[in-house]
């Protein structure tokens, strides 16, 4: 999947829905290979409960899109601040929509009293979805001036992620009155917009596509207007197939109604007018095709004039009575809505259409043939690790077992498969802390009573560490310690993997791994890496937590294990080697080892795309690059950043993390044989359970 755009409402009522399925069949009709998503279903009406543009996709199209996730679904997160869990789902949710697609055209979301996290959500799809962004607006009625302060507020709150605008309900006799154009043709007044928006000049932003205002597409049929009203059905006709294109309230002599009865007319009418009945009846029997009749008030039409008029009726006339008074009735037609109803198929498709074939095909072929790269946002990066973790199915040891956040984390994890957690700890104090704190064991969360079985670990531990003079009491002593307890249990491959920390110092953690797991043999030293979770990107730091003051040879190790660790979880490795220095502006001893530390990871692996010396600001931003390192491959862009030192690395994650408020996932310890991961002491619940994902795919990967 290459492209993502979301289409977006500047405003209310511009037509989101049509416009989002017109680009489905605009992209179609260019033979392009394309999936519809709508992340949060929004019913038209309260007593709804689906989203109709899906349905609309699923009934004119071979397009399956997976269910939205539900407006009561969608509030209860937010309102318990699950906004992350949220994200996560709708990412799920968009790969299975993208299968084998090319483009995903997703439906943003309209902001209502119903629903009024409309707009803050749509931002944060952007980020989470790495996508483009496809402004919907609409021209009615306004004045240019109005039409380009609204898009340029669109712009603003987007910028740079903007592809292109759609302006729809354009109607050119209404222009010729409200912005002065003259002209003839939509293409021209097309032209006259972009040329009199400033918004199409200074931010450098394309129309793609202006939609004219077509009554027909207003029209809905008299089975859908009958059902909006409540009305009771007294000849049903054929209001499957006529469209309501007018409504007219008849009270006067009938001599002066007859320019009414017309072709695509509702007339509304009180029940004792028999005049205007018969009439309207005629005037079918004649070939006029009124929508239908609509006959208010508590009384029933007169039986004798029903039977007279039972052959036009047969003709296919539609009849329909209200308890309402005419005027009642006639205001509920007029504020009816005119939402297209989910099986009018012909309407779906002619809307479509209209979107469609005017769309701009060179924008589209454009934006196509070029390659756009998406970065991997933390919704993203979290999900893919959740279900990653699943598919492992691996078993990992929390030595921690009566720690509250700890216990929180293993029952999550359990109830979402992401791995099969083992708690070392006293099962009967752990289920009296799980009781007090209101927390629910699951049948599937093992705990083992570390008493019970550290003894059988003594003898190979004795083994493993004779050559520091290991006895049996000092293994019995260390032992005692469930994080060395859980260690053998890894190195007797009991479990999968180890996560600790919550209480205990790194030091604690990393310690027994190293004495009893030690490194791969391809590994010179075990690093740790951090997943940056940005807001709309994910960035890795090494080594923020293990190597006070790595040489050369083991920075560059650490580059090359950091970058393969990133590409195994998703983040195509761009490594910038960070130092005080960008290529050759600073000199030192410091700089020399990045220097050589960079020369010796270019040599082991030419498949990496890796550069430096590089200073963190010509690294990260563009603008800095342009000027500091126009040449380089990596400054920019860079997602990678080797620290040059403990110092460094620890001090600037930690900084990034706390000024910025971005959740950091890790340490994750490298180089390791198996996978034993250590926890900030302030780890939140959503922390342990990231990390314990984390392990379970490490596990996965050996």
């Not at 195994?568 to 990045?594: C, H, N, R």
Request: glycine share 6%.
């Amino acid at each position: 999947m290459k492209h993502v755009f979301l289409t977006v409402p500047t405003g209310a009522k511009v037509g989101l829905s049509t416009v989002s399925i017109g680009l489905v069949r605009a992209l179609e009709r260019q033979g392009v290979r394309v999936a519809f998503f709508k992340p949060i279903a929004q019913p038209v009406n309260p007593d709804e409960t689906g989203d109709r543009s899906t349905d609309f996709i699923r009934a004119v199209t071979s397009l399956t899109p997976p269910d939205p996730i539900s407006m009561p679904e969608a509030k209860r997160l937010l309102s318990e601040d699950h906004i992350e869990l949220l994200l996560e789902n709708i990412v799920q949710r968009l790969e299975d929509a993208a299968k084998n697609a090319d483009v995903v055209i997703v439906e943003g979301l309209i902001q209502t009293e119903r629903f009024p996290s409309g707009s803050m959500l749509n931002a944060k799809l952007a980020q989470t979805l790495s996508s483009k962004i496809i402004l919907v607006s609409a021209l009615g009625k306004r004045s240019l001036d109005n039409l380009n302060k609204e898009l340029e507020l669109s712009v603003h709150d987007f910028k740079g992620r903007v592809a292109g605008v759609v302006v729809n309900k354009a109607d050119i006799e209404v222009a010729r009155d409200t912005i002065d154009f003259d002209g003839m043709g939509l293409e021209p007044l097309k032209n006259y917009v972009t040329d009199n928006c400033p918004v199409f000049k200074n931010e450098d932003i394309e129309l793609i596509g202006m939609i004219p205002h077509d009554s027909k597409l207003l029209a809905p049929r008299v089975s859908d207007v009958a059902k909006l009203i409540g009305a009771e059905i007294l000849n049903e006709g054929d209001m499957l197939n006529r469209r309501v294109f007018n409504i007219e309230l008849l009270a006067r002599n009938v001599t002066n109604l007859l320019h009414t009865f017309k072709t695509g007319n509702l007339l509304v009418t009180p029940s004792d007018r028999s005049d205007i009945i018969l009439t309207a009846s005629m005037a079918s029997l004649n070939g006029t095709r009124l929508a239908g009749l609509v006959l208010t008030s508590n009384q029933q039409p007169s039986e004798q004039i029903v039977k007279m008029c039972q052959i036009a009726w047969k003709s296919g006339l539609p009849v329909m009575r209200v308890s309402k008074t005419s005027f009642e009735t006639a205001r509920s037609l007029y504020d009816m809505n005119l939402e297209i109803a989910p099986d009018d198929n012909d309407r779906i498709n002619q809307a479509m259409e209209t979107v469609a074939i005017n769309i701009n095909t060179n924008w589209i072929r454009g934006t196509l043939s070029s390659e756009m790269k998406r970065q991997l946002s933390p919704p993203a990066f979290r999900h893919a690790l959740t279900r990653n973790a699943r598919q492992a199915n691996k078993r990992i040891v929390l030595p921690e077992g009566d720690e509250p956040r700890t216990m929180q984390a293993a029952v999550t994890c359990t109830e979402r498969g992401i791995a099969k957690c083992v708690l070392l700890g006293n099962p009967y104090a752990i289920q009296l802390k799980a009781d007090a704190m209101g927390l629910t064991l699951p049948t599937g969360l093992e705990i083992v009573n570390p008493d019970v079985i550290r003894d059988r670990y003594v003898p190979s531990l004795v083994e493993m560490r004779r050559h520091k003079n290991m006895t049996e009491k000092i293994a019995r002593d260390h032992l005692s310690d469930n994080v060395v307890l859980g260690t053998m249990m890894l190195a007797h491959d009991e479990v999968d993997g180890l996560v600790s920390g919550a209480v205990h110092s790194s030091a604690n953690t990393v310690r027994p791994a190293m004495q009893l797991i030690k490194t791969k043999p391809t590994a010179k030293i075990a690093s740790s890496i951090f997943f940056m979770c940005l807001p709309d990107q994910v960035l890795v730091y090494g080594d923020c937590a293990i190597n006070p003051d790595p040489n050369a040879e083991e920075l560059a190790d650490i580059a090359i294990q950091s970058a393969d660790s990133a590409k195994a979880f998703g983040v195509e490795p761009l490594v910038a080697m960070i130092s005080y220095s960008t290529l050759g502006s600073g000199f030192g001893a410091d700089v020399d080892k990045v220097v050589e530390a960079t020369r010796i990871v270019k040599e082991l692996r030419p498949d990496l795309v890796v550069d430096g010396p590089l200073q963190y600001d010509a690294a990260a931003i563009a603008d800095v690059a342009r000027t500091k390192a126009p040449d380089s491959p990596v400054a920019g862009k860079a997602n990678v950043f080797i620290f040059p030192d403990l110092n460094t690395g620890n001090t600037t994650y930690k900084a990034v993390q706390r000024s910025a408020n971005v959740i950091s996932i890790g340490p994750m310890l490298q180089g390791l044989r198996k996978p034993v991961n250590d926890l900030s002491r302030g780890a939140l619940v959503d922390d342990i359970i990231y990390t314990i994902a984390l392990t379970a795919v490490q596990a996965q990967q050996g």
